[in-house]
């Protein structure tokens, strides 16, 4: 660490049409040091990202290089002035060997024909070597495990000589002991020069790697500093902001019957998990990004799971959505456009797709009594829509959420699992979605929510279930005394006293 | 870079397989009937083949990247009766020709642009492509095929021999011989494979994935054009109505041989055995005088059960994909235990 | 909902297509009775009818198909095959409605193997269907050689042509009869059953119908069975009222049908059509082909016209309900 900077950014921003995604920020990221950006999702990292790899243009701002003005407009651009990117996604070819992997899109030819060019493919060997000595350049990609893939794609980003290597949440899938040895790259690759920009959602792997954190939120850069003497949960308050006003108020039919059983659930990504669901209660599932809220969702709707899970009291096997259907629960799914609404047909028509038997008889579909259904949930969850016939794609994103809702009331189920009911709707409409989950479980319903937003836990819950790396931590009770900072400790993984 | 050995396993056994299945059915006819196995009919299989074999090898490359042409026979056909008009109208064979290859490219290109540019189903792109072609061959012609006014040596091409090898034989082998190079030893077939199996990982590798595709989409319509040719000048007519199911030919021989609708891999020699051996089930069962329907019949069945294997491969991989590898399971065991 | 301005605005905003056909459909008839002379005579109507009728009586069942997103491309190779197994089983001495019972749970069959290779292995309806397709019309001119010549034509029981010639009412053609069930029937299921509901939401958005609990991969496969049905019907009725059964019928119908269908507004890739569209359609296509044949025009520009079609839809189809379905 010589401590000069590498890369300066200078009041960059980006607005696309009706959003700004990132406004205007300023830091600078040391040479030869792991930099690590955190921020919850929507914070303006990956919008950062794409920047710098020239995904995206910026809106404004400079950024410089080494000293050089950097504005690169393709990713070519930003491959060749020495910025590669380890994505999410592995991004090899199952069908190549390594060699064919690493010098993918620039291999030396004439006139088409691959030249042997056994300089570039040494000086591979010697960085795949540095890595895992156990695979050889003639392996065919797609026997390679997901951790060998990553070490493939590292090798590749290292022959173009990157100086800067910006890994976008690396461990994602990986195993543990995959983990281990990336970490071990990646302490190999600093000694050796490189600069780490390291986006993670695991606070383990930022305080076990990083030098330097910047922290991103709402698009804006909170704070950079270095890591040393950071605490966990004041990094979790900076990333999520204050939390406001609680103005929980207790569901008022909550009976100690049990609607919901989880034992020991287990899968990939979840370790362990159990817990219990009243009638009439709203539980919520909280914690970062990534720590498993989805994964529990999926194990009560359609994914298969170790462990037990018993609904009313009956063990039921969950491996399939009509089982789930079946024994009592529904959801509304977090990608609402993706996997909720039909969005080519109007909000007549969406309504009973989850259950037809309210608008049948004699095994009929009658359109009065569709007519009807929609009639009382445009009016009972104040769906704003021309008419029953609005075609759902063209509704705003709060109305459609409501439709996806109607869809899944109208099933009737006493088990509703909701994952992140309020992303990507306006403020009115996330108070009347939360008052309509009050409601429901005023009439007894069971109400799972998960969701990466902390104020609307503490509003919306009865209990909270706190999830961090794949363990469910504590299940605690919403209340008066309700404390937000034993929970940033929790979800941020910091270990308390029993 | 030895892609032979990037092939997986099964696939190298596959080819293997339709090998020794070729060789079966050419000794199962051999010993079924006099006439089949003589040089002679061999011959005569490989100058009809020409066509299918040219076009398919082509056909092979585009459906590595994942994408299919249905418009070859339609392309087939209308290259054919241009070609007859143009020799008809008293062009030289060679002029002809040429100017029936660019107007055959003509298809490639809209069916490329089709793809890349507007980003319609090649299926439905080149199924539209496949109308209008099919209509254009009939109106260039007013419905009727060119028999009519045709030099003496327009069917010199497809009768002419070299070498002591009928050219169009030879055609076929420059052709085919040219493909696999490309498949094999060039960057294009590298490409096109990376291409068909991760277009991310293509597109951030930099390469120039509509180029390749729009490429590859001409290429074949370059082949289906001068099969046209081939055509024509083989039956000395140029006729709108000729080889309907050119295009299921090469479908039936792409899959047979290996390569997935979804591309990402794909075997030239795979495909050039699994269309001798549909030629070849063909020809040997009318050398027994069993009738020509069954040939149909034998041909949707093999497509049907080569879609099967293909799928199955498919699931197969795709269970690997998703069981996790034995280490993480315990690793999380192991970290379920000290978290307790 | 009371007819006030509003709504007829809406109505003409989302049923502009049927509107444009219903236009297109009276143009045309004007056009060709002042073109021709011919043209308005019960005989040429009669005509255009039974053309549209075949079309229609498989295009109810395939509408609701390509509501899903899909398509089968072999039904004419279904319906050659299903004409030529009713003659031969009828000549053999097989009762007649046994007979047709026969090849309706043949015809069946082959939508099975439809359903089989897209609906459950998912492979791309364009390649899958066109398996069928071959060995249906291979079968179809195996079965005329078996009975010993190109066509079925001579041994025909008489009660066989009966059918086909059978005039419900005194004047209607059964042909005529036959489609107008099919389309109340299809008219019925997207109304007021839950397939139909069901099939609307496969094709909008297939992830979120699965997780409705929706057995989309049923679905899909039922409405394969049902088209192959239909077309095994067709054969059957075609057969009977021409009194002769030849292998090479109907080459080219599953095209008539398709654009018939988008014609009528149904998207290839799914999620929106109607009944009633696609019946308008089949009117176009069939006064269309007639008006060429009556103004001496070359068949075979219909085919250039059906690829624009093909492509035009689709590219109309990319820009502007695109937006609506991400």
Known sequence: MDGSNILEIRDVGKAFPGVVALKGVSFDIKRNTVHCIVGENGAGKSTFIKILTGVHERSSGEITLDGKPFAPTRVRDAMAAGISVLYQELNVVDELTIAGNLTLGQEAHSFGFPKQDTAILEKAAGILASFDESISMDTLVGSLSVAQKQVVEITKALCSDCAVLVMDEPTASLSLGETRKLFDT??????????????????????????????????????????????????????????????????????????????????????????????????????????????????????????????????????????SLKAGLALVPEERREAGIFGLLGIRQNIPLMNMANVKSHGLVRRAEENRLADHYIDALSIAARDREHQVSLLSGGNQQKVVIAKCLNRDSDIILMDEPTRGVDVGAKQEIHDIIRELAGQGKSIIVFTSELQEVVQLCDRIALMYDGALRQIVQNGPDLDTDHIMKLVAGEEIEA | MKQANTLPGFMKSQTFILFLVFIALNIFFALMSDHFFQLGNYFNMLKQSSALLLTAAAATMLMMTGNFDLSASANLAFSGVLYALLAAAGLPLLLAALITLAAGMGFGLINGLLVTRWEISPFIATLGMMFIGNGLALVVCGGQSVRSGLPDNFRNLMNAELLGLPVPILIALVGCTLFWVLTNRTLIGKYAMAIGSNRNAAVLSGINVNAITLGLFVAVALMASLSGIMTASRIGAGDPRIYEFFFMDVVVAIMLGGTPLSGGRGSIIGTLIAAMIVIVIGNGLSMLNVLIFWQTIIKGVILIVAMILNEKVKFGSRVVATTPPADRSVANQATSVAAQ | MRWNVDRIKHLLQTETQKAVLIGTLIVMMIGLSLATPSFLSVTNFTNVFLKVAVIVIIASAANLLMVTGHFDLSVGSVLAFSGILHAYLCKHGVPIEMSMLITCIVAMGWGGINAMTVAVLGINPVIATVGVLFIARGFAFLVARWDGGANIMTGLPMEFVDFGRELVFGIFPLAIVMMVAALALFLFIEKRTEIGRFAYAIGANLQAAKLSGINTVGIIALLYVIVALFAGLSGILQTSRVGLAAPNVAKGLEFDVIVAIILGGTAMTGGVGSTIGMLLGALVVGFASNGLILLGIPFYYQSIAYGVILIGSLMLNQRFTNPARA
Not at chain 1, 252 to 262: F, N
């Open chain 1, 186 to 323: 990646v302490a190999r690759l600093k000694a050796s020069g490189v600069t780490i920009i390291f986006i993670s959602h695991k606070l383990d792997e930022i305080f076990e790697n990083g030098d330097y954190i910047t922290i991103f939120r709402d698009g804006e850069m909170i704070e950079t500093r270095s890591l040393e003497g950071l605490e966990r949960s004041d990094l979790v308050r900076m990333m999520l902001g204050k939390v406001v006003v609680n103005d929980y108020v207790p569901s008022p039919a909550i009976q100690t019957e049990t609607a919901l059983e989880v034992r020991n659930a287990t899968t990939r990504k979840l370790r362990n998990v159990s817990f219990d669901l009243q009638k009439g209660e709203i539980l919520g599932f909280y914690g970062l990004v990534g720590a498993g809220k989805t994964e529990v969702c999926e194990i009560l709707y359609g994914h298969p799971c170790a462990g037990e899970i018993r609904v009313k009291g009956k063990a039921t096997r969950l491996d399939d959505v009509r089982k």
